[in-house]
């Protein structure tokens, strides 16, 4: 299986940010992660386990904090859905 983390701000109302690239950057001092627009180019992850791990160490660097939805898609299956955590 893959799994992906589909990020958004909940300090600032819910802001879409997109599909985490495994990236960060630096803007002002302030920390932003690098999203891009398709899941097929976000970072894959190979378990929830890691995926979560990505997500908590994510919001320890960041300058606000995030929410997400983590998609997985089976190797069977070439369609990513919404993780029922």
């Known amino acids: 299986m893959e799994y992906v983390l589909h990020l958004y701000d909940i300090s600032k109302g819910g802001s879409d940010y997109g599909y985490y690239i495994g990236k960060k950057y630096s803007h002002q001092g302030d920390i932003f992660p690098c ?3 398709s899941i097929e180019d976000a970072k894959k992850y190979t378990s929830l386990n890691r995926a979560k791990l990505a ?3 994510l919001n320890k660097i960041t300058t606000y904090k995030m929410e997400c939805t983590i998609y997985f898609r089976a190797a069977s299956n070439n369609k990513f859905e919404p993780t029922r955590e």
Do not use: D, F, P, Y
């Open 55 to 57: 997500l908590e160490s």
């Open 35 to 37: 999203t891009c627009s």
